[in-house]
C-alpha cells in the first residue's frame, strides 16, 4: 500500500494546480491500495467518493498547495471513519464493571483478557477474569495461565464437573466479583472457527445475563475480507460496543480496521500487537490513519505547516504583492510565521526524499530569521513600508541600533528582493520557497 501511495502523492507534490484528471488519477491510486490493503469493496468506493468530490471542491482549487490538500483530506477522511477521536472504555458507575469478549475462535480473546486485566492493573484497578470459555478442554487452563502472568484474579469452574453452562459461570462470575469487591469483570467467552449459529446464541444468552458495560468484539487485523461478513454477524448476534483490533505486529496495514470501523460503526478501542501482556495499546485513529497512508511524517509535517503558516495571512500577502505594496514590515510578519513552524532543520528532515536536499538543510541557519528581524525592527516605520528610501546613512543607522554592519543591513534588502520575487510566485499560484532554501 505504503510504496504506491507515496509514489502518488509525490507526484501530486510537484504539482502547483489539481486538474480533474490528476485527482481522477489519484483517486484511482488510493482505491487500487485500499483494496490492496483488504479494505472491503462497499467501504473503498464510499471511501474513494467522498475524497474525489472533496479534492474537485474550491476548497482544494484555492488552497496554496492543492497538492497538499489532497493529502490532507484523505488522512481526514480515514481518521473519521475510524471514529475520529480515541474512545475509552467506559466504566460502570457501580462496580463492577463487566467487560465481555467475543469473537471467532483464535481471534486472541484470552490472550486479550490477560493483557487488559494488567493493563487495567496498572491503572490502580483490580480486574477479575472469568473463564466462560467451556468448549475447548484447555480453555479454562489457558486463562488460569495467562491470569496468573497477568497477576489477575480468576473465576473458573471446577474442573471435571463434565461440561459446565457458560452462561452460569459468567453469571456466577460476576457476583463473585461483586462479592470480593473486584472493580472489572472481563468475561472471556468461546469461539469457533467460523460464525456459527449455536455460538452466536450462547454469546446473547450471556450478554443477556449479565447485562455488561463493554462488549468488545476482538478480531485478527490479518482477517482480510473476511473482516466485513464476521464483524456484521457479531454485531447482529452479539452487538458488541466496541472493537479490539489484534495481531496488529503482523503485516496486516489495517484494512480490517477501516472495514470494521466503516461498516458497524463502533470504535475501535484497543490495538493488541503482540504476543506478550504488555503488548496492549489504546487505538488511536489518526495513528491507523497515518499506518494505512504510511507517509512517514509528512503528515504531521503538514500540520505543522498548515497551524504556523496561516493560508489567509499568505494570500493577503500575495495580493499586496500583486499590487507592488509588499513592505518589510509584510517580510517580518512572514519571518515570524516560518519560526511559528518550528525548528526548520527537523520539518524538513521529517519530509521524505530530502536527501539531495541535506546540503542546503545543514546550510540552513534558523539564528538567521532572528538576525532579520533585529535589522528590520531597527528601521522606521517608514523605511519599512518603502525599502527604496533606505540610502547609506539610513543603512548605517540601522546597522548600528542593531549592532550589525552595513554589509548585514545590505543582505537583507538584497534578501527582502529575492522574498519578494519569491512572493509573486505564490501569487501567480505556485509553490513558494523557504528564504535560504531550495524549493520544499
Ligand atoms: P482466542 O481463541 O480468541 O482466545 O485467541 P487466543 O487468545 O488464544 O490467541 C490465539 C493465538 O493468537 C495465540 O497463539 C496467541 O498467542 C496469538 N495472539 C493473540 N493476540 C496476538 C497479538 O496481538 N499478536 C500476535 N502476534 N499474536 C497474538
Ligand atoms: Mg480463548
Known sequence: LSDRLTETFRNLR?????TPADVDGTVREIRRALLDADVALP?????TAKVR???????????LNPAQQVVQI????LIAILGGQQRRLQFAKNPPTVIMLAGLQGSGKTTFAGKLAKMLESDGHTPMLVAADLQRPNAVNQLQVVAERAGAAIYAPEPGNGVGDPVKVARDGVEAARRQQYDTVIIDTAGRLGVDAELMKQAADIRRAVDPDEVLFVID???GQDAVNTAKAFQEGVDFTGVVLSKLDGDARGGAALSVASITGRPIIFASTGENLDDLEPFHPDRMASRILDLGDILTLIEQAQQAFDEAEALKVAEKL?????TLEDFLDQMQQFKKM???KKMLSMLPGTGQMKQQIDNFDEREIDRTEAIIRSMTPSERRNPKILNGSRRLRIARGCGMTVTDVNQLVQRFDQAA???KTVARGGVPNIPGMGPV
Do not use: H, P, W
Open 221 to 223: 487485523a490479518m482477517i
Open 53 to 63: 468530490e472533496r479534492a474537485l471542491s474550491d476548497e482544494v482549487n484555492k488552497a
Open 322 to 326: 500583486a499590487t507592488e505594496t509588499f
Open 43 to 47: 467501504v473503498v468506493k464510499e471511501f
Open 74 to 77: 484523505v488522512n481526514e477522511e
Open 421 to 423: 520575487k519569491m512572493m
Open 14 to 18: 510537484t504539482k502547483g494546480k489539481l
Open 342 to 344: 518550528g525548528s526548520m
